[in-house]
């Protein structure tokens, strides 16, 4: 059975720093893109960050380029997001997901693509 699983979430301050990781298992995930998504309350689910399957190629939302960075093991099947410099905007439920391609990624199909169950991230102000 394939899971992603989010950790790392949690309650803090504004301007302070948090590290989300995401373990897949149930499968190899070498060849797969993998990304990070965010719902926040009352708002559509959106795109945060991806990474290619060789850890090569990185793409980031506007908003949190410079401030976010997604990582991966593939040895480990693990993805990370190290976020930093939080706004209270980035409040929101984080999601990992995978899929075979960047576009089937971003479709948020779930038919296309592996989801996690999300991890809550509160910013303070």
């Known amino acids: 059975q394939v899971q992603l699983v989010e950790s790392g979430g949690g309650l803090v301050q504004a301007g302070g720093s948090l590290r989300l990781a995401c373990a897949a298992s149930?499968?190899?995930?070498?060849?797969?893109?993998m990304g990070w998504f965010r719902q926040a309350p009352g708002k559509e689910r959106e795109f945060v960050a991806h990474?290619?399957?060789?850890?090569?190629?990185?793409y980031y939302k506007d908003s949190v380029e410079g401030r976010f960075t997604i990582s991966r093991d593939k040895a480990k099947n693990m993805v990370y997001l190290q976020m930093n410099s939080l706004k209270t905007e980035d409040t929101a439920v984080y999601y990992c997901?995978?899929?075979?391609?960047?576009?089937?990624?971003?479709?948020?199909?779930?038919?296309?693509?592996?989801w996690g169950q999300g991890t809550q991230v509160t910013v303070s102000s």
């Open positions: 997901a995978a899929s075979i391609s960047i576009p089937s990624l971003l479709s948020l199909d779930r038919r296309v693509a592996y």
């Open positions: 149930g499968r190899t995930f070498s060849s797969y893109v």
């Open positions: 990474i290619s399957w060789s850890g090569g190629s990185t």
